[in-house]
């Protein structure tokens, strides 16, 4: 059994690497040649999760599970708020032939599937990057989008200043990408062409009122029914596609508070991301539509991550 650790993955995991495993993964789902169930989660108080995501890349082909623990509040003392593993086993012997670090991966993986949403749904001219959140996966997107659009500025906007500030000249200065902080949200997304949320909201930080015509939105920091970080109002307005419908439909908590408003239908998820990207489903269909890829996160994005690093040789 081979033990891949946050290290290797942070060398080994490039976007190069994880956005064409990523996006391969995603239209193997949406063609039904991937077998998986809808994660549990195991909810405690203040925020703790403890999540299992299980599934396979196909009947015959490789399978297992992501087992991850959420603990929002670690952020806050310096400590990863996700951590846990990522098991894959051999689908001729059964065997348990990887475990590897779950954090990092999901760090790469989630900014990957967002990179590859942008690509296909986003205007070819966008430039403009904005961030909702200022945590792992706002740094994670910054260098995801920046390999499938080309990049001229980004717009931070979070809840301390002072951390928003601290990111920003960060990624200015790690970059080369100028990044200025926004004092409010809408003020974050007003000018941008592109806008990425990666908060631990409870309810709405984003409304569809502020988005200018043609704008793309990837809609990631909420996982699981609950948690909204946009509302009703960007649902409705926007092309909405989802990573997996029945996911999304189940625990997608923007769609689901939109649909208990009585504004939407089940049908106002009008694709997944993989069929977009087999070409069954058109996505973006004018530059000024608004779109919206809702990312809950899948095993398929974590086990097709895993094999491209096996697939890699093991450095002495």
């Known amino acids: 059994m081979r033990f891949i650790d946050a290290a290797e993955v942070r060398s080994n995991l490039t ?3 994880a956005i064409p495993a990523v996006r391969s993964a995603m239209i193997a789902l ?13 909810h405690f108080e203040d925020g703790r999760m ?8 196909g009947e015959a082909a490789a399978f297992g599970a992501k087992v991850l623990s959420v603990f929002p509040k670690n952020f806050e003392v310096g400590r990863p708020s996700h ?5 894959l086993f051999d689908p001729v012997t059964g065997e348990l032939a990887c475990i590897a670090d779950a954090r990092s991966i999901t760090a790469v993986r989630t900014a990957a599937a967002s990179a590859v949403a942008t690509d296909a749904l986003a205007r070819r001219d ?11 996966q706002a740094e994670t997107h910054l260098r995801a989008i920046g390999k499938v659009r080309a990049l001229e500025s980004v717009t931070v906007w979070g809840r301390s200043p002072e ?5 920003a000249s960060r990624m200015t200065e790690t970059y080369g990408l100028p990044t200025r902080v926004a004092p409010t949200a809408e003020a974050a997304v007003a000018e941008a062409d592109i806008v ?17 015509p043609g704008t793309h939105v990837n809609l990631v920091g909420s996982s699981f ?13 926007s092309r909405f596609i989802a990573d997996y419908r029945q996911g999304v439909l189940a625990q997608g908590a923007e769609f689901l508070r939109a649909k208990a408003a009585g504004l939407v239908g089940d049908d106002h998820v009008v694709a997944e991301i993989g069929e977009v990207l087999s070409g069954k489903i058109v996505g973006r269909q004018s530059d000024d539509q608004i779109t919206a890829y809702k990312s809950l996160g899948h095993i398929v994005q974590d086990l097709a991550s895993v094999q491209a690093l096996l697939a890699m040789p093991i450095r002495d």
């Open 83 to 87: 951590q846990g593993v990522v098991m």
């Open 225 to 237: 029914a609950g948690p909204s970080e946009a509302d009703d109002d960007l649902v409705v307005r």
């Open 126 to 136: 966008a430039r403009r990057l904005g961030l909702l959140g200022y945590g792992e």
């Open 196 to 212: 990425c949320t990666v908060t631990a909201a409870a309810e709405p930080v984003l409304r569809g009122a502020w988005l200018a």
């Open 50 to 57: 403890f999540g299992v995501m299980p599934g396979a890349m």
């Open 15 to 17: 976007y190069e690497v």
């Open 30 to 42: 949406s063609a039904g040649e991937t077998r998986q169930l809808l994660r549990s989660i195991l």
């Open 163 to 167: 951390r928003a500030l601290a990111f």
